[in-house]
């Protein structure tokens, strides 16, 4: 290697964030199927809810 060769930087990765939502239901279990989409699961899980919390993180190098 010769001697005026620079170390290899690591690529930096910006920070990003990271979203966790935990629900209180008023059901054990949605009434959805497999197939359900997203529109579907996001209303019947607004319309049972009884309370929610969020936690954000950040992370990156």
Known sequence: ???SAAPVRRR???PHRY???VW??????????AGASG???????HSHALA???????AGR
């Not at 529109?39 to 899980?45: D, E, M």
């Not at 929610?52 to 950040?58: D, R, V, Y």
């Open 1 to 3: 290697m010769p001697a």
């Open 39 to 45: 529109a579907l699961v996001g209303y019947l899980l």
């Open 12 to 14: 930096e990765i910006k």
């Open 24 to 33: 209180a239901l008023d059901v054990p279990t949605l009434p959805v199927d």
């Open 52 to 58: 929610s919390a969020q936690l954000t993180a950040m």
């Open 19 to 21: 979203r966790f939502t």
